[in-house]
């Protein structure tokens, strides 16, 4: 696994919210965080990309624990769940300044702006944009970024038919370029379409983690089972820990 997240526990002030929480991601594979909301998909990502601190555990990086690497040498790209931007730049002004931060980047601002039809957006401030172009321009920030992994929570909100089709044509172009991804959602039937792997998080704790074949091997279950049939097997059956 090139992404280790080993027995990470973290609390708020009203109480714990990952318990033990490990599991892995490889290169080439998209891994599907799956969990309904406050299962702890949120903060387990934000332990991953620094923002928040475990009370232990530890999670690594190709090998290195990521409290070891500086801000410049991250290799991560985040989407996060609520876009976060500069309220008096433009869509241009934002590529232009991602650029300028990750010059080695093999990936040019040209291309991103034609990859996500940003043509007519690219002098519009944040404010003026649609639900669904803001997050177009979130996914395409993190794209040009430097990483081996691409982190993206709940990458679907906000996003159309068709913009869903081209975000998920992007994440089978990472999975061919041998990134790690992960993607957390509770949208079960889209993450079914497009994940070699998942992890079932509920009530911030690993119920399940492998490929669907293998976890419903594991567990006795029905080989013709849904995503959202296996998850709610799992919820009722249990909390269990399987690392297949």
């Known amino acids: ?107 040019s601002i040209e291309e991103i702006i034609v990859k996500f039809n940003l043509q007519e957006h690219l002098y519009k401030i944040p404010a003026a944009l649609s639900k669904g172009t803001l997050q177009k321009m979130m996914i395409a920030l993190a794209l040009l970024r430097q990483y081996d992994v691409f982190l993206a929570d709940e990458p679907f909100t906000g996003l159309d038919p068709k913009q869903i089709h081209g975000f998920k044509q992007i994440l089978q172009e990472l999975k061919q370029q041998d990134k790690a991804i992960l993607i957390s959602t509770h949208l079960l039937d889209m993450a079914e379409g497009i994940c070699d792997r998942y992890v079932f998080l509920h009530n911030g704790k690993i119920l399940a983690e492998g490929g669907k074949a293998e976890i419903i091997k594991h567990y006795h279950l029905k080989a013709e089972l849904t995503l959202e049939e296996l998850y709610m097997s799992l919820i009722e059956g249990g909390e269990h820990h399987a690392y297949l």
């Open 1 to 107: 696994m090139y992404v280790k997240i080993d027995n990470i526990n973290f609390a708020y002030d009203e109480g714990e919210v990952l318990h033990n929480v490990s599991f892995g991601i490889s290169k080439g594979e998209i891994t599907g965080l799956i969990g309904s909301n406050g299962a702890g998909k949120s903060t387990t990502l934000k332990t991953m990309i620094k923002k928040l601190k475990p009370q232990s555990g530890k999670i690594t990086i190709g090998g290195i624990d990521i409290v070891s690497l500086k801000s410049e040498n991250f290799p991560v790209a985040f989407v996060p769940d609520v876009p976060v931007y500069y309220e008096e730049l433009t869509v241009w002004e934002h590529l232009q300044f991602i650029k300028a931060l990750y010059p080695q980047s093999n990936t």
